[in-house]
């Protein structure tokens, strides 16, 4: 059974045995050269030249005007939010479709999140199932708008770009801009991933990429704040460095701060990471491209007109869970890492009294998604 997935996928990487990961860090010398060159510095931790490199350039390529790199997409996250205002007792509202990040940072901040609907068409948030919750279920505040049910305020809105296809991010941020909502885009998994010619993350008040070991590039770890705002980037840099007051020997701190800053280790090896991400999306592209035109006895996703996909891993979408299921285990049998979407965040046990819409296309989704490998073979 899905033998015609199993021998695509083998073809694709040129494997007829052994195990193929869904997606592993590409890396090699050059990575080598820059942990080498950073331990010969000395400047392995928590200062160093690289860190600020990196955020030049992760800047300039994203085209934002400031990036603050810091330990990784869900502390990235965690301080978006509280840049954005968000409060304890507030609600956030957040895709249920995402990885567990996109609501655990909603609740460090002791706001809660609020799981609205997605688009089958975008796999990301959906503008119109964000409007009828604003339009039906709050009025509005000079703090921003209220939850009837709760007296809550709507604080925050955090869209995600799904495996790396880019959301309806300009009719959802007109939706928030109208309701007087910020935007915290969550664009862990889309770097290089475009709407029209502008970069994910570059949308909102402020973006929020990750390099894990499985994202696009990798720094072991770590994270970044995209933003356009000076004031707003220089907030980020002072509340993930422990908020201390920058003196030549005196250690002193004017608020409660974080320790989320990026090592230079992790920012050299990102920088090396740099020179290889044309590449790898290159690449992707073409492995995305070879599952659509073979695998044509399956639904495949595919980026909608007038975006670019960095097709961080490509969808299959099932007939039904069953279908799914049958997938996922010929394909594990086979030695093919296979992975099903996240078990929706609502269904979670901490997640399970959140506040949420009927979340009919989350659950249609979370039931047929199927990734597909997407190592770069670069
Ligand atoms: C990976 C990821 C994050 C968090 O990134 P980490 O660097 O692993 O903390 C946040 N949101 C989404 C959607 C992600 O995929």
Redesign the pocket.
Known sequence: MFDDIITTIRQVYGKETGIIPLHIPTMGDAEKRAVSNVIDSGFVSSVGPEVEEFEKRIASYCGAKHAVAVS????A?HIALILAGVEPGDLVIVPSL??I??ANAVTYCGAEPVFLDVDVATLGMDSKAVRRFLESETERSDRGPIHRSTQKRIAACVP?HTFGFPTDIRNLIEVCEDHGIPVVE?A??SLGSLVGKQQTGTFGITG?L???GN?IITGG???AILTDDSELARKAKHLTTTAKIPHAYEYAHDEVGYNYRLPNLNAAFLLAQMDRLDGFLKDKRAIAEEYQSRLTNYRIFKERKGTTANYWLSVLISDDRRHREAILLATHKAGILTRPAWQPLHSLPMYRDALRDDLTQTTYLAERIVNLPGTPRV
């Open positions: 990784n997409g869900t502390s996250l995402s990885f990040a996109t995600m969550d862990a998994e929020v990750s390099f894990n994202k770890n770590g994270g």
